[in-house]
């Protein structure tokens, strides 16, 4: 190579040799009239004809570039065919340098560079521009620490100027996206290469290694390897959302870099060993009352809409079957029976009298669909009226190869002959557990719809539970009782007797050890998944409990019931931390966020309300629904809400901003439940009084 040190370029002399890159050389540079230091990038070519005016277009576009997080271009010029740009200088080098390759580095140590990077990147891709050379080496230190994005568009210049050897791009196709190495780049192969860059950090090394076209063909067709096999520390949820930006369909990562930084930076904060201090002994008694602010408090994140995907022939086509899944069970005796309790959302419907059971050899079928099922969403009001809709529908891909857009419904499954209440993912998201009026809990298969078997309760089952270890099945119904059957055969291995009344929900804890259950006996009790055993009675509540779940981390639980409070709780001592009295009317739903910090709860009021865990302050108020909230669910990559509703809709929504994202309009009827497929999240079960289950594309 030449090196131009001592070179005079315009108004500025070239010093020494700072670095070098695949298209060009870095000069520490003196301003020869003002004496001020400069960078100075001196391509590795010569331009003629139009290669000057594609090089002085490019120049002005990155020149126009001003953010805090992105290095200023100062001037710009071609001296003797020999182009240069001249920008601030960054005495203290680049991220390489501090996150050199080989060595792990801890998450939390990463969250303020990345969110700078991609507060950068979101500022460009805002104004259509692309990147397309993301890496450690541009990723410059400011001088007050701060990081500093380099080299926007330089590559494309380059490129555009001379013949490109393969060899030449070696050193960047590691972070390469697919669709980059295809010749389309566009603003998700930004998130693809700074996801790369993630997973190099903490892992020490890039997903994937070896010659150009190696490392090219991994990109393009290799599963990722996986992180937590090389950190086993890491926790699910980082290593969830790393995989979901590095999806091979741009369309399936997130909707933009900075919901993705948000997503890595809440994946990254665990809930802190004392996240809530009891109260006082003598002031248990005595609800914490959260008054409702009159201002939501939650920044709106922008959402910069994607590109939509080719029409596939495949996503057009209508497939469609009918057939019944084979008994797994002794039948359910056929008869009607008259209750001195009717089921929790037939006493809603008014339906007060006999149920008639079906015999589970006679469960009806499903069929395979790839319809529409949804509507863009038309927006939401927040609580202050601050929040303006931010519509994104995002297109993704299907599990099997063309794209389909988001609410597209992959299947459909009537097995059941009476309303459906409750839906669960399997942890390894093969399986769908789902719990109905017609008295039984089937279970099948997520993608064929084949019945693997089911059994009944002697009356409506209002919920099911898939523990998180995968090995067992929780249901409770109508008929006052919580039944514990093993995962994979169904075989009973305990009744749980405990209440006096209906059991509305069921859950299990973190570690799979206890069971949560609600009734209409206004208490929640916590009991030993194995024996039975009853550990404490929570007595909070002055009317009907209708929900609860457990904290990340096992030690909290929050409820919600007709009395209009949601509860927060310490499961160990049953002591009430905190009590949220938002809503006007019963409190159906509740959601913890997987991070710990927020809660989200959905009732009779028609909203979905959205409040820090701890303090119970309220960031925002969702009001997409025109009736009851039946159902509310965080995504797992913390990201995204779903809520069900007697409206027959299904709702996605920003869950940092409330911002509505896409209705689901599948069901003709109440949708009683809502739940994210595990690990990214792309899929939606949903269930309700149409006796359907439909799994649907989310996001």
């Given amino acids: 190579m030449t090196d131009y040190s001592g070179l005079r370029l315009g108004n500025y002399q070239l010093e020494r040799l700072l670095g070098q890159g695949g298209f060009a050389d870095v000069y520490l540079g003196t301003h020869v009239y003002l004496k001020t230091q400069v960078a100075i990038k001196v391509l590795q070519t010569r331009l003629t004809g139009e290669d000057v005016d594609a090089f002085l277009n490019e120049a002005r576009t990155i020149a126009s570039l001003v953010h805090p997080h992105i290095v200023r271009v100062l001037d710009s010029g071609i001296e003797n065919s020999l182009p240069f740009l001249v920008m601030d200088y960054a005495p203290h080098g680049t991220l390489r340098r501090l996150f050199p390759r080989g060595v792990a580095q801890p998450p939390a140590k990463l969250v303020p560079y990345i969110k700078q990077v991609a507060s950068a990147l979101q500022y460009a891709h805002e104004r259509n521009l692309v990147h397309r050379d993301i890496k450690p080496e541009n990723m410059l230190i400011g001088r007050e620490g701060e990081v500093l994005l380099s080299d926007f568009g330089i590559a494309t210049a380059a490129r555009s100027s001379r013949s490109q050897e393969v060899a030449e791009t070696a050193g960047t196709v590691i972070y390469m996206a697919p669709e980059q190495l295809r010749g389309k780049p566009r603003a998700a192969s930004d998130q693809y290469a700074l996801a ?197 529908q995002k297109p993704t891909t299907a599990p099997t190869s063309s794209p389909v857009p988001v609410g597209t419904t992959l299947l459909t499954y009537r097995g059941h002959r009476n309303y459906v209440y409750s839906v669960t993912w399997s942890p390894d998201g093969q399986n769908i557990a789902s719990a109905s009026n017609d008295h039984s809990v089937q279970i099948w298969n997520a993608t064929s719809g084949a019945l693997a078997f089911s059994y009944a309760h002697n009356g409506a089952a209002n919920s099911v539970a898939w523990s998180p270890d995968g090995a067992l099945i929780a249901s409770s119904g109508e008929d006052n009782v919580v039944r514990v059957v093993n995962a994979n055969n169904g075989n009973s291995i305990i009744v749980y007797q405990g209440h006096t009344a209906s059991v509305y929900e069921v859950k299990f804890s973190p570690d799979s050890t206890r069971i949560s259950s609600v009734s209409a006996d206004k208490t929640v009790r916590i009991w030993d998944a194995q024996t039975g055993n009853t550990v404490l009675i929570y007595s909070g509540h002055t009317a009907r409990v209708w929900t609860a ?98 409206d027959a809709t299904a709702q996605v929504w920003d869950a940092l901003s409330g911002n509505h994202l896409y209705i689901y309009r599948g069901h003709n009827d109440t949708v009683f439940d809502a739940a994210w497929s595990p690990g990214s999240g792309t899929r939606i079960v949903s269930g309700g009084s149409d006796s359907t289950v439909q799994i649907w594309e989310a996001v």
């Fill in 196 to 392: 790369i860059v993630i997973y190099e950090w903490l892992s020490g090394s890039p997903p994937f290694q070896g010659t150009f076209s190696e490392v090219a063909s991994q990109h393009l067709f290799a599963d990722l390897p996986s992180l937590r096999q090389k950190v086993p520390s890491l926790s699910p949820a980082l290593e969830a959302v790393v995989r979901h930006a590095l999806a091979k369909d741009p369309h399936q990562r997130f909707a933009t870099i900075a919901e993705f930084a948000h997503a890595f930076e809440s994946a990254c904060i665990l809930p802190s060993p004392h996240p809530l201090s009891p109260i006082p002994a003598s002031s248990q008694d005595i609800y914490m009352t959260v008054p409702m602010p009159s201002q939501a408090s939650i920044p709106t994140m922008i959402n910069t809409p994607s590109q939509p995907p080719q029409e596939s022939s495949a996503s057009a086509a209508q497939l469609s079957s009918t057939v019944t899944p084979p008994s797994a069970a002794s039948p359910i005796a056929t008869s009607v029976q008259t209750r001195q309790a009717v089921s929790r959302r037939g006493l809603l419907f008014g339906l007060v009298g006999g149920l008639v059971i079906v015999a589970v050899g006679a469960l009806g079928g499903y069929e395979l669909t790839q319809s529409h099922g949804g509507t863009p969403a038309p927006g939401i009001t927040a609580t202050s009226g601050a929040h303006s809709p931010t519509p994104t």
């Fill in 549 to 646: 779940v457990w904290s990340l981390d096992g030690r909290f639980i929050v409820s919600g019931s007709d009395d209009k409070t949601v509860q927060v709780w310490d499961v160990s001592t049953g002591a009430t931390l905190l009590t949220y009295s938002g809503h006007t009317a019963s409190v159906r739903t509740v959601a913890w966020s997987p991070d710990g910090r927020y809660i989200a709860s959905g009732g009779d009021d028609r909203t979905v309300q959205v409040w820090d865990a701890q303090s119970g302050k309220t960031l925002y108020t969702f009001r997409g629904h025109s009736d009851r909230v039946w159902a509310v669910n965080w995504s797992p990559i913390y990201t995204r809400l779903v809520s069900g509703s007697k």
